[in-house]
């Protein structure tokens, strides 16, 4: 079983930044292949960034260049710098820990983009 609580959501405005933090309560951290989602009103869960467990990193095409994802292994934490944000990038964001056999979930931290 792996917990996982999220921080750093907030409001910000368009332009602005942000950075979200997952820490992890498992001594196994660095095997996981760690990752953040999001999910806006009305609109189905995606994957915004992964980074596996060697270090590499998978972005989706709506936040190449802006956001960059990042862990601590030896803080059993994954981070998730946000630039440039957009009204559009206003959604709940959840992290996720996955190993071959299961994905684990945060509760999520709201961030939104306004003017």
């Known amino acids: 079983q792996v917990q996982l609580v999220e921080s750093g959501g907030g409001w910000v405005q368009p332009g602005e930044s942000l950075r979200l933090s997952c820490a992890a309560s498992t001594s196994s951290f660095s095997r996981y292949r760690m990752g953040w989602s999001r999910q806006a009103p009305g609109k189905e869960r995606e994957s915004v960034a992964q980074?596996?467990?060697?270090?590499?990193?998978y972005y989706a095409d709506s936040v190449k260049g802006r956001f960059t994802i990042s862990r601590d292994n030896a803080k059993n934490t994954v981070y998730l710098q946000m630039n440039s944000l957009k009204p559009e990038d206003t959604a709940v964001y959840f992290c996720?820990?996955?190993?071959?056999?299961?994905?684990?979930w945060g509760q999520g931290t709201q961030v939104t983009v306004s003017s």
């Open positions: 980074i596996t467990s060697l270090g590499i990193t």
């Open positions: 996720n820990a996955a190993d071959t056999a299961y994905t684990y």
